[in-house]
T-cell receptor, first 113, second 113 residues
């Protein structure tokens, strides 16, 4: 099993450009999450999904959109990138049963100039 | 609003020392608490998960305790090794609302050989 994979690993964008981050998991997990990690602020939840075709807002959803068309994939989109979106983005997944750990991807480092 | 704090932000110890990492949270209505390890440039790996009804969990040289009433958890690392050098994060899952974690900002640990 590859676990949770993220594409790309690193990206540089100019302000106003758009991009999509891809998260894939091969563990047949129902729940998937997108976090951002910034220095001194810990991980903050952007959006999450409790199953194929569902999405919900987390703590910091503004400026991001998500889609879960297939159970194994969770896409995070930035329509018009801003320097404040410079961060490391992590995807995670789990089966969704209460009390279960989350499995994390290796992260995507995004720099917006 | 739940706030999760980890002190100290960074810690440097000689190899072999026993050490304690602290995690505090403001709202005791938690479902569980989890400790994660993050290596530089990598995603998070779950170390221990403590249910709200439990007092502690152990895995090898790691022991995590939970005192819900006082809003505290500690991660005890016995006989520290250079390979333990990493950032350690705690996260709480709230009783109310959809299952999702609130993370602390982490403690960056360096074990000197």
């Amino acid at each position: 099993n590859a676990g949770v994979t993220q594409t790309p690993k690193f990206r540089v964008l100019k302000t106003g450009q758009s991009m999509t981050l891809l998260c894939a998991q091969d563990m047949n997990h129902e729940y998937m999450y997108w976090y951002r990690q910034d220095p001194g602020m810990g991980l903050r939840l952007i959006h999450y999904s409790v199953g194929e075709g569902t999405t919900a807002k987390g703590e910091v959803p503004d400026g991001y959109n998500v889609s879960r068309l297939k159970k194994q994939n969770f896409l995070l989109g930035l329509e018009s990138a801003a320097p404040s979106q410079t961060s490391v983005y992590f995807c995670a997944s789990n089966r969704g049963a209460r009390g279960e750990t989350q499995y994390f991807g290796p992260g995507t480092r995004l720099l917006v100039l | 609003k739940q706030e999760v704090t980890q002190i100290p932000a960074a810690l440097s110890v000689p190899e072999g020392e026993n050490l304690v990492l602290n995690c505090s949270f403001t709202d005791s209505a938690i479902y569980n608490l989890q400790w994660f390890r993050q290596d530089p440039g990598k995603g998070l790996t779950s170390l221990l998960l403590i249910q709200s009804s439990q007092r502690e969990q152990t895995s090898g040289r790691l022991n995590a305790s939970l005192d819900k009433s006082s809003g505290r958890s500690t991660l005890y690392i016995a006989a520290s090794q250079p390979g333990d050098s990493a950032t350690y994060l705690c996260a709480v899952d709230m009783t109310s609302g959809t299952y999702k974690y609130i993370f602390g900002t982490g403690t960056r640990l360096k074990v000197l050989a």
